[in-house]
């Protein structure tokens, strides 16, 4: 995860007028205690130093170590708003949608293709799987049932078009193929990490109402 360091005054944000990063000076912020993910949030109004046109930026504070925490990379929260990728996606893999966000953006779309295998990668690092080949990795999440059938089968696509992506050959990913595997990474991720621990806390909040 990249942890912003700033002055006080201001937030490193890319402003959506200007079409670059800028240091938007702090107008207001809002600090909230677990509105989104359960976890921290900063809302910061800003003024782009360039353009003087209003920015919203968004923060979210993570656990980096025990009895220490940081303020993640702040997000565009208005105008156009940029991905949120939620705090119960572990670092490791955050790290790697952010830099496959990044690769989009900026139209490396071969590298975004790499990172979106990265996140995989890192997928079956932190679910403890032994296979240290991605197509093995991938099949050992199946037979544990973390991912089913479906999801699985976006997830060789994903690496098929990593491998694309990393080899120096006349093949290349599209803009378009690069959007798609973005929106399959982010839904393999949400899968895992946002809903199946939204549900257990679901059947959690249902098993008590029984009781
Ligand atoms: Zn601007």
Redesign the pocket.
């Known amino acids: 995860m990249t942890i912003y360091k700033m002055k006080e005054s201001q937030v490193i944000i890319e402003?959506s007028?200007?079409k670059?990063k800028?240091a938007g000076t702090i107008l207001g912020k809002h600090e909230s205690k677990g509105s989104i993910d359960d976890l921290p949030f900063k809302v910061v109004l800003l003024e782009?130093?360039?353009?003087?046109?209003a920015?919203v930026s968004g923060q979210t504070l993570y656990e980096v170590a025990t009895d220490k925490s940081e303020w993640g990379k702040p997000t565009r929260l208005w105008p156009s708003p940029e991905k949120h990728i939620s705090g119960n996606i572990p670092v490791l893999v955050r790290n790697s949608l952010e830099e496959a966000e990044k690769c989009y953006s900026c139209g490396a779309y071969d590298a975004c293709a790499v990172m979106c295998g990265r996140a995989l990668e890192s997928i079956c690092s932190v679910q403890g799987i032994k296979n240290k080949i991605l197509a093995g990795g991938l099949k050992e999440l199946l037979d544990k049932q973390v991912i089913d059938k479906r999801i699985y089968e976006w997830g060789q696509e994903l690496r098929t078009h990593r491998n694309i992506g990393a080899h120096a050959t006349d093949e290349h990913i599209s803009k378009e193929d690069a959007k798609d595997l973005l929106d399959f990474v982010n839904a393999i991720c949400d899968y895992i990490f946002v809903l199946t621990n939204k549900f257990k806390k679901f059947m959690e909040r249902k098993e008590k109402l029984k009781k």
């Open positions: 402003c007028y200007c670059a800028v782009c130093p360039v353009c003087k046109n920015l």
